[in-house]
C-alpha cells in the first residue's frame, strides 16, 4: 500500500494528474447537449453578427470561469470531506 501511495504522491507532484482534463460526465445526454449547444452558438452567430456575437461569448466566458470556480470549490470541498472520512474511519477512539 505505502508503494500505491508514493506512486500517487508522485504523480501528483510531477503533474500527471489532472483530473479537470480527463474526467468527462457518464449523462446518457451529455453528448447530445454538448452538439445541441455547438449548433445554437452557430444560430446565435449568424443572427447576431460578429461584433454583438463577439460580446455574447465575451459574456459566456465569463459565466465559465465562474461555472469552473464553483466546480473547483466543489471538488476541493469533497477531497477534503474524503479525506475527513478516512480519518475518522482510522481513528480508534470510537471502538
Sequence with gaps: MNNKRNTII???YHGRINPDEVIVPSHPNYR???TQIAEQAEG??????ET????????LE???VVNNM??????SYGFKLGANLMLDVMDNNDA
Design 70 to 75: 464553483q466546480v473547483e470549490a466543489t471538488f
Design 62 to 64: 465569463l459565466r465559465d
Design 32 to 34: 447530445a447537449f454538448t
Design 52 to 59: 454583438m456575437f463577439a460580446e455574447l461569448e465575451a459574456h
Design 10 to 12: 508522485q504523480a501528483l
Design 44 to 49: 446565435w452567430q449568424e443572427k447576431l453578427g
